[in-house]
């Protein structure tokens, strides 16, 4: 999600992986996969930093799972696996 603000000054989170594309007309305008579209106060640009550094943070996490360095907490359940037999997903 990346946060962003309306015209009239709200902030809201927006699903970055809906976002179709961003015209700045002059105003800023996103358009979503389903035709939704929202104006905002951020530029053409600040719309494509703010998603690049969401997908870039998700990817770092990703990451830092892959070498071990989550730690689940102390009181945590732990994690089940479930055994399929050979040859069945």
Same mark, same amino acid.
């Given at each position: 999600?990346?946060?962003?603000?309306?015209?009239?000054?709200?902030?809201?989170?927006?699903?970055?992986?809906?976002?179709?594309?961003?015209?700045?007309?002059?105003?800023?305008?996103?358009?979503?996969? /389903?035709?939704?579209?929202?104006?905002? %106060?951020?530029?053409? +640009?600040?719309?494509? $930093?703010? =998603?690049?550094? #969401?997908?870039?943070?998700?990817?770092?996490?990703?990451? /830092?799972?892959?070498?071990?360095?989550? %730690?689940?907490?102390? +009181?945590?359940?732990? $994690?089940? =696996?479930?055994? #399929?037999?050979?040859?069945?997903?």
């Amino acid at each position: 999600m990346v946060t962003l603000t309306r015209l009239t000054g709200g902030p809201f989170a927006l699903n970055a992986d809906l976002i179709e594309r961003v015209d700045q007309t002059p105003d800023t305008v996103i358009t979503l996969v /389903d035709g939704t579209k929202y104006l905002v %106060r951020e530029s053409l +640009d600040e719309v494509v $930093a703010a =998603v690049r550094h #969401f997908r870039s943070s998700v990817l770092a996490a990703a990451a /830092d799972l892959e070498v071990g360095h989550h %730690r689940p907490a102390a +009181d945590a359940a732990p $994690a089940s =696996v479930l055994q #399929f037999p050979h040859g069945e997903r």
